[in-house]
Structures are given as structure tokens and as C-alpha cells.
């Protein structure tokens, strides 16, 4: 069984030590580097003490996943290989968690939706996994562009849904990820998606913390379900198997089970809020007009502001950090004053303006756009543009737009 | 794990159930040349199943159970099917997940095993349908051999998805009539064990389960030169006797009359060298520990 002394301030055999993560994420130094978003997910992988990472190319995504492997060869990750396809990828990594390993992918677009039948049963399984979502388009013909309808297929799996904006969310948040996946009142995984190209392959400055610290390993003992490993007695799980029957015990196991794991979600909010100091982020919540956004187009956003206040025009900004658990309170919270509430999205359907409109009172306020999707970019100008209409004000015509 | 782990605190004993009680008195854990014999004499690995009356499978998984090297260790694998209605009351560590991610389970879980218990033998058992290892599961099942992944497979072949009612699956026979195939199957029985041998495979073996010695001899075998060298296939006949139109006790006969010589399901091994070599060895130890022991009973009487 687990052992009951702790290995913080003892060495990993890389000499790295184990450090509290609360220090080592808060109070440690930061060394300010120039990387691109794949090199930052990998140097995120050799502090975060995992066992087994499992890769598949897909583009943006494949740069990560082969410079973990890089870190496997240099003895950073207990065990890594390729895997044949995303679905089978993703039943690999339950493999590995079922077995009591921290485990880490990476997918996108077309990767997340063949591995898709894979994510509630990771939920159901209670496995907290972590797999980095780099977004990209899913449509035919085929795209490997920036878009991010994929992630409103995972809102309702039953995993963790995080939205990173830049490179140094990325950072920071899959270290504390798996702090917050890996409580026993939440043990589930986490998809930590961001905006593929934009900040997979741009180069930031991020501040790292030293490499020679790296979380306390995963006690798979911790979880609220067994671990499969033949190290706990193999109890009948079962009487008589739930998986096909038709009684009403039957059914109320399986209700029970599903509320259970969307509870844990909901549980996941207190570790999530003290983590991220917060499931959103508010700027002058006072103004009228405000920008709510989550991934990339928030940086757009907050362009878009600047050129607002050149004009005279004051405008707010909410960056939603996390999807899932929902914070719908914060954002009641954010938005009671404003008169126009302005969600752009690098996606055509527009999910993140229907989920903010579920969520608040006086809906009509929600204004879904600018949307762009397949690849385009998001200008600042148009942001501009669209709530400068929306205030009824006159606009200079953007080339394409046919205004 | 040893079977110390299992011990029950002496004041929770009574309000312990019966079958762990039993389990810990008397479960095959830790005995060495622990086989099919022990069934009915010592507490089996598996509890009563709501599998069919007479249903092979049954017997098989008995046979299986009572066979492993290495229960106390072995964490198995299974898919959707009916394998899976017998799962949840088997006394060894077990994963359902989905529909023929079986192999895939259980490379990243013997993967994971070998990460955190460095020098230690944790065996890991696939078990599923024809369904899930040669349809639906087939890529999965393929590469998990190429990457000499180091588990045993084992296929329960009832050519056809018995779970569902009867559909035609890949390793049905040819001119088969069954649901989905409603003219009859118009190609032949996948060859897997062909397939197995050229994918990797180190040990290779179709049979029925009519005999528990034999059963027990290839299971030991598979999972030791799994353990040592890299993926063994079994692929067992377990006929589907509802859905063949058979009688509860018909099931042992369809499988004799099916493993003559000239049938389908005739005996058929493949062992690969290195594979060979360690069988070799485990035979020659074993003959030495007879020999000791005898020599020991022959200086004590």
C-alpha cells in the first residue's frame, strides 16, 4: 500500500526534488523564458512527475508530444510510446491510470472526436488523466487549422474542462491540474485545451519554475475507486452485473454513478478556485459594454479594448479560465452592470455565447460574435467593428466582411 | 500481493460475506501448482456466474481461473460481451471499459504495472469475445503484438456475437446462417492464429476447453513466456449452445466433435524459439523440484 511517510524535500532519480506544490507553483523563483507552447508543455512534463505519457501525431499537437518523448529519453517519464490511433491512445492511458500511473496525452480535432467514446468512460472510471486539447478544425474537407468546436463536445463527458489563453497558463495550470484532478473528491481527468498554432507554435516569455523541483508523485491509493493492481483484496464488485439489466436497481446504480461523477466536478470548484485563483478573470466589470471570452480570443479582446479606449469607448473583459465545473455564478456576478456583453470565438456555432446565455438573467444582453472558425484569425479591428454596431455608431468597412 | 494483504481483522469477521470469508480461508493464492484439480476442493476464483446453463464459457472461465500461475499478481483485461456478465464476481483485479480497447487497456495498464513495481511480477490476462479481439478490436488486438507488448490474449471463440443474439462475427464459418447474415456468411473464418504467428506472437494455441489439463497447460504457458518474452494468443472454442440451436448439455460434445483432427478447431500450437528455450527450462526446473521432493519423501520415510 501507499507509503505513509512523505518524499517531499527527498530526490527523484534525475536529482530533481519532490517539492510541496503549493511552494513550488507560488513561492519558488521563476526563471523568464523564451519558448514556443509545445516546448513550454514539455518543460511542464519534467516537473510534473508522470509515469506514463502516450503520443500520437496529429497536427498541432505532434511537436508536444515528440518532446515529451525527448524527456522520456532523457529518464524524465517513467514510460512512453506511440500509440496506433487516438482511440485506442486514449484507452492505453486508462490502462496506464486503472494501473495506479499519472498519466498525460496530447490529442487534436479529429484526434479528440475518434477518441471521444474514451472520455466518459475515463469520468465513469474516476481516471485522473490529463490530456492537452491543442484545437484545431474538425470539419471536412479537411482542415489542420485553429478552431475550437471541439471543446463543446467534451463539456458534457464528465471531465475537467480548462481553457488555457497563453503559454504561461499552460505552464502553471498542467502542474496544478493534476493537483486538482487528483484529489480524492474529484479524481477525474482533465482536458487542458488551448487554441492550436496560436499557442502551440508562438514563442512567449514564460516564467518557469526551477528545474530541479517537480510535483510529489501520484499516490494512486488516494483514489476513491480501487486501483488495479492487486494490491488491495480483489472484492466481487458486483452481486450481479448492473451492465445489462433491466430493473429499476439496475437503473438508479447507474443514475447514482453519473450524478456521482458530475458532483465530483462540482467539487472540483473549491481546489479549482484556490489553484487558479478563480474560474474567471474580470477587467472594469463596471462598463457597459464587456468582452466575455476564453482560449485566444481573449488576447484578441483585450486588443480590441485598447483600440476601444483610443476611441473613447470603456469596455470590460471576462476571461474564463475554466469550462468545467461551470462558473456561472462568477459570471452572473461579472455581468450584472453591463449592457452589452460581446463573446467572440474561434468557432462557427458559437457554444460558449449559448452557455453564457443559459446562464444569466436578461439573455438578449449576449451578443455571439465576432465568430471566426476553420483557421481565420480574429482581428482586433473586428471586434471593434461588431460593437461599434452594436452601439449603433458608424464603422469603417473591413476588407471582406462585405460591411 | 500476498495473501497476508486479504487477512480479515479478527472482530469483522462475522459481519464479513461468506465468500470472502471463504476466500480467505481457502483460496489457491501463493500455491505454487495451483491447477484445474484444486476445483471444487479448494474456494475458486470464481463466484456463481448468470451466464447460460451449460454455457462452455463457464467451464472456461473456471478452467482459466484455476490455471493462472500467479493470481494473487494478475490483473485481467476483459471487453463487452458475455464474458463481461462474468467479471464482476472474479476474484482477481479486472477492467471492463469499452468495446475492443481490450489490448489497448491493458498495454498502457502491464506498462504501468512495470513502472511502479520495477523487479516484481505482475501478470496482466486479456479475455474477451471473437467479437471484441477479431472485429470491432482487431487493429488494437494487432498491435499490441507488434509492440511485443507483454501480456496473454486469450479469444473465447464462439463465432458469433453471442451477447447481441446471434450476429455474424468475423470468425464465424463460411455458409454460416445468422443474424446479419441472412444468406449465410459469404467469407471465410478469419485465420487469427495464422495472423497471431505472423504479428508476433511467441506462443500460439487453438483448442476447445473439452479437456481442463489442456486448458491449464496452455494458459500456464502462455502466461509465462508472456511474462519472460512477449504477447501469446490462445483462441479457445467456447460454443454459443443457444445460439447453435444446442441443448444445456450438449456443450461438451459440440466441442469434442469439433477438435477432431480434420475440424476446425483441431489442436493447433505455434511456438517461437526463444519461446521454446524457456518452456525447455521451466520443464527442467520442474523435474528437478520433482526429483528433491522425492529424493526428500524417500529420506523421510
Same mark, same amino acid.
Given at each position: ?6 518524499? &517531499? ?58 518532446? &515529451? ?7 524524465? &517519464? ?11 491512445? %486514449? ?7 486503472? @494501473? ?39 470539419? /471536412? ?13 467534451? !463539456? ?80 466481487? %464488485? ?17 443514475? /447514482? ?18 489553484? !487558479? ?16 471570452? /476564453? ?9 480590441? &479594448? ?11 473583459? #471576462?476571461?474564463?479560465? #475554466?469550462?468545467?465545473?461551470?462558473? @456561472? ?22 457554444? !460558449? ?9 436578461? /439573455? ?9 472558425? @476553420? ?20 464603422? %469603417? ?7 | ?24 480461508? *481457502? ?72 468495446? $475492443? ?6 498495454? $498502457? ?51 458469433? +456475437? ?32 495464422? =495472423?497471431?504467428?505472423? *504479428? ?28 519472460? =518474452? ?36 483441431? +489442436? ?13 527450462? =521451466? ?19
Amino acid at each position: 500500500m501507499a507509503d505513509t511517510h512523505s518524499v &517531499i524535500g527527498t530526490k527523484n532519480k534525475k536529482g530533481q526534488t519532490f517539492t510541496d506544490t503549493w511552494a513550488m507553483m507560488n513561492d519558488a523563483p521563476r526563471t523568464p523564458s523564451f519558448f514556443t507552447g509545445s516546448e513550454v508543455i514539455k518543460e511542464a512534463l519534467r516537473r510534473a512527475s508522470c509515469d506514463v505519457m502516450i503520443a500520437y501525431p496529429i497536427t498541432p499537437q505532434s511537436e508536444a508530444a515528440a518532446l &515529451i518523448g525527448e524527456l522520456f529519453a532523457e529518464g524524465y &517519464i517513467g514510460d512512453y510510446f506511440r500509440g496506433e490511433s487516438e482511440f485506442a491512445v %486514449m484507452s492505453q492511458c486508462a490502462g496506464a491510470a486503472f @494501473g495506479g500511473a499519472r498519466v498525460f496525452t496530447t490529442t487534436a480535432g479529429p484526434g479528440t472526436m475518434r477518441a471521444m467514446e474514451n472520455f466518459p468512460m475515463w469520468s465513469g472510471a474516476r481516471l485522473p488523466i490529463q490530456m492537452i486539447v491543442t484545437c484545431r478544425g474538425i470539419n /471536412s474537407p479537411l482542415s489542420i487549422q485553429p478552431d475550437t468546436l471541439e471543446i463543446a463536445y467534451l !463539456l458534457n463527458t464528465g471531465m475537467l474542462v480548462w481553457h488555457a489563453e497563453t503559454a504561461q497558463d499552460f505552464f502553471d495550470w498542467i502542474l496544478k491540474g493534476y493537483m486538482v484532478s487528483e484529489e480524492p473528491d474529484v479524481h477525474l481527468p482533465l482536458a487542458l485545451c488551448c487554441d492550436g498554432f496560436f499557442v502551440t507554435h508562438t514563442k512567449d516569455v514564460v516564467n518557469l519554475t526551477p528545474a530541479d523541483m517537480c510535483l510529489p508523485p501520484y499516490d494512486p491509493y488516494r483514489s476513491p475507486v480501487p486501483c488495479m493492481d492487486m494490491e488491495c483484496p480483489p472484492v466481487r %464488485m458486483m452481486r450481479d452485473p448492473f451492465v445489462m439489466k433491466s430493473n429499476y436497481i439496475s437503473y438508479a446504480t447507474h443514475a /447514482s454513478w453519473q450524478q456521482e461523477v458530475w458532483a465530483a466536478v462540482e467539487r472540483s470548484r473549491k481546489h479549482t478556485i484556490k489553484w !487558479l485563483n478563480g474560474l474567471i478573470e474580470t477587467e472594469n466589470t463596471d462598463a457597459e459594454v464587456l468582452i466575455v471570452a /476564453s482560449g485566444t480570443a481573449v488576447s484578441q479582446g483585450r486588443e480590441a &479594448i485598447r483600440l476601444l479606449e483610443d476611441e473613447g469607448i470603456r469596455c470590460g473583459l #471576462v476571461k474564463i479560465k #475554466v469550462l468545467r465545473p461551470w462558473p @456561472g455564478e462568477e459570471i452572473r456576478e461579472a455581468t450584472k452592470n453591463a449592457k452589452h456583453i460581446i463573446v467572440p470565438e474561434f468557432n462557427v456555432t458559437g457554444w !460558449l455565447a449559448k452557455e453564457i446565455r443559459a446562464t444569466i438573467p436578461n /439573455s438578449e444582453r449576449v451578443h455571439s460574435g465576432p465568430r471566426v472558425c @476553420g483557421g481565420m484569425t480574429m482581428p482586433p479591428e473586428i471586434i471593434v467593428s461588431e460593437i461599434k454596431t452594436l452601439l449603433g455608431m458608424r464603422t %469603417m468597412s473591413l476588407a471582406g466582411r462585405g460591411s | 500481493m500476498s495473501k497476508e494483504r486479504i487477512k480479515i481483522s479478527e472482530d469483522l469477521y462475522d459481519i464479513m460475506p461468506s465468500d470472502y470469508q471463504d476466500l480467505v480461508k *481457502s483460496a489457491t493464492y501463493g500455491k505454487e501448482d495451483r491447477g484445474w484439480k484444486d476445483i471444487g476442493n479448494s474456494k475458486e476464483l470464481i463466484e456463481q456466474h448468470s451466464l447460460c446453463a451449460g454455457c462452455p464459457e463457464s467451464m472456461a472461465f473456471r478452467y482459466i481461473l484455476a490455471s493462472l500461475p500467479n493470481p494473487e499478481d494478475t490483473v485481467m483485461v476483459g471487453s463487452t460481451g458475455c464474458t463481461s456478465l462474468v467479471f464482476p464476481m472474479v476474484a482477481v483485479h479486472n477492467i471492463h471499459s469499452l468495446f $475492443g480497447n481490450q489490448n489497448a487497456i491493458a498495454s $498502457g495498464l502491464k506498462r504501468a504495472l512495470s513502472v511502479r513495481f520495477p523487479g516484481r511480477t505482475k501478470d496482466v490476462v486479456v479475455l474477451a469475445g471473437d467479437g471484441a479481439t477479431v472485429d470491432i478490436g482487431l487493429d488494437m488486438t494487432l498491435q499490441a503484438w507488434f509492440r511485443q507488448e507483454k501480456f496473454t490474449t486469450i479469444c473465447f471463440d464462439n463465432e458469433l +456475437y453471442a451477447n447481441t443474439g446471434g450476429q455474424e462475427s468475423g470468425l464465424m464459418q463460411k455458409g454460416f446462417v445468422a443474424k446479419m447474415a441472412p444468406v449465410g456468411k459469404l467469407f471465410d473464418k478469419v485465420r487469427l492464429p495464422e =495472423i497471431a504467428r505472423e *504479428s508476433g506472437c511467441h506462443y500460439v494455441v487453438q483448442c476447445t476447453v473439452s479437456k481442463p489439463s489442456l486448458v491449464e497447460k496452455v494458459v500456464r504457458n502462455a502466461v509465462m513466456i508472456a511474462r519472460e =518474452i512477449g504477447p501469446t494468443y490462445l483462441q479457445l472454442y467456447t460454443p454459443c449452445i443457444l445460439e447453435i440451436g444446442k441443448n444445456s448439455m450438449e456443450g461438451l460434445q459440440e466441442m469434442r466433435d469439433s477438435e477432431k483432427p480434420t475440424e476446425r478447431f483441431a +489442436y493447433k500450437e505455434y511456438v517461437s524459439e526463444p519461446a521454446k528455450q524457456l518452456l525447455a527450462e =521451466i520443464a527442467a526446473k520442474d523435474k528437478e523440484k520433482k526429483a528433491a521432493a522425492k529424493q526428500l519423501a524417500s529420506q523421510g520415510a
